[in-house]
């Protein structure tokens, strides 16, 4: 699948911007990774593009998320066991149906979290921009529990076990990824 056709699965199904803005996050985050892991990085995009696709249609019923976009998947004629395994994997914890396996599964897993966290690291900067979010200033807030307190930093985390990238490289890689797409995030 290549990313036009992603997109067009993604904005047929998707109309609050916001939740857009994370696809595109998560999107950026996954290519990036990709190329640190040696992973192909327009698959990983595309993963990384569609992973939440079917959130608007399955935000009340968690058991359907990534299962409904599994079938619309399959539906437009998507073949990659590869992508289809990874969305599947993204809610493993709720739907049983494939649990993290493969580098591309993991990353996802990882990241998917941390967007949010950095995004809400950015909203309480003065500027409100990308532009001004550090590193050390993500770190600065990890540990005040309070603050994203819905982010599972623990799932974030796991990007050493999982991946073999230390904690805060993988912050500076994600950074970096949603920093260069920024207007895109309106960031």
Same mark, same amino acid.
């Given at each position: 699948m290549i990313r036009e !056709? *992603?997109?067009?699965?993604?904005? +047929?199904?998707?109309?609050? /911007?916001?939740?857009?803005?994370?696809?595109?996050a998560v999107e950026a985050v996954m290519r990036a990774l990709a190329g640190r892991l040696g992973g192909d990085m327009a698959k990983w995009g595309v993963v990384g593009l569609l992973h939440d696709g079917d959130y608007e249609k399955t935000? +009340?019923? #968690?058991?359907?998320?990534?299962?409904?976009?599994?079938?619309w998947l399959k539906n437009a004629g998507e073949t990659d066991e590869e992508i289809l395994n990874a969305i599947l994997s993204h809610n493993y914890s709720v739907t049983g149906k494939r649990a993290p396996g493969s580098r591309m599964e993991w990353a996802l897993?990882?990241?998917? !979290?941390?967007?949010?966290?950095?995004? #809400?690291? *950015?909203? /309480?900067?003065?500027?409100?921009?990308? *532009? %001004?979010?550090? /590193? !050390? %200033?993500?770190?600065? @807030?990890?540990?005040?529990?309070?603050?994203? #307190? *819905? /982010?599972?930093?623990?799932?974030?985390?796991?990007?050493? !076990? @999982?991946l073999g990238i230390p904690l805060q490289e993988f912050v500076g890689i994600a950074l970096g990824a949603m920093q260069g797409i920024a207007n895109d995030l309106g960031l």
């Open positions: !056709e *992603a997109l067009k699965i993604l904005h +047929d199904n998707m109309q609050f /911007v916001n939740l857009r803005r994370h696809c595109y935000k +009340d019923t #968690a058991g359907e998320h990534t299962l409904l976009m599994h079938e897993y990882c990241c998917d !979290e941390l967007t949010g966290f950095i995004v #809400a690291v *950015a909203l /309480v900067r003065p500027d409100r921009k990308l *532009a %001004s979010v550090t /590193v !050390e %200033s993500i770190m600065k @807030k990890w540990d005040q529990l309070a603050f994203a #307190a *819905a /982010v599972d930093r623990k799932q974030i985390e796991m990007c050493e !076990e @999982k």
